[in-house]
């Protein structure tokens, strides 16, 4: 059974940083063949993507929201089966819960030709992990 456990969270003055992690256990094979990416979800809002990694042939194609350029990376180790999140220059409306997701074969089509990461081309779920930017 695949599991997705974050970490990372807490809480920071805005224009701080953090790196969020997430651990990938229960696959079965190479973690290069799942879509990873990262959801943010603000209180009594949708969950909303905000970067999306697919690793093949040994390259990282990688995808943002043109929202979401520039103060956020994404980044995975396969030895280690982990993503990370790296997220500078917070703001106040970061805040929120951080989950990490993935979904089996390649990123969708309209997350590759649109960068629109939907939660709902994801079918496995963290449990997630809260950032608070305060100002």
């Known amino acids: 059974q695949v599991h997705l456990a974050e970490s990372g969270g807490g809480s920071v003055q805005a224009g701080e940083s953090l790196r969020l992690s997430c651990v990938v256990s229960g696959i079965t094979g190479l973690l290069s063949n799942y879509c990873l990416a990262w959801f943010h979800q603000a209180l009594d809002n949708e969950r909303e993507g905000v970067a999306a990694?697919?690793?093949?042939?040994?390259?990282?194609?990688?995808y943002y929201p043109d929202s979401k350029k520039g103060r956020f990376t994404i980044s995975q180790d396969n030895t280690e089966r982990t993503i990370f999140l790296q997220s500078d220059n917070l703001k106040p409306e970061d805040t929120g819960m951080y989950y990490c997701?993935?979904?089996?074969?390649?990123?969708?089509?309209?997350?590759?030709?649109?960068?629109?990461?939907?939660?709902?081309?994801?079918?496995?779920w963290g449990q997630g992990t809260q950032v608070t930017v305060n100002s």
């Open positions: 990694i697919y690793i093949a042939s040994g390259s990282a194609y990688k």
């Open positions: 997701a993935a979904r089996r074969g390649g990123c969708p089509g309209r997350t590759v030709m649109t960068a629109v990461i939907s939660s709902g081309d994801f079918d496995l």
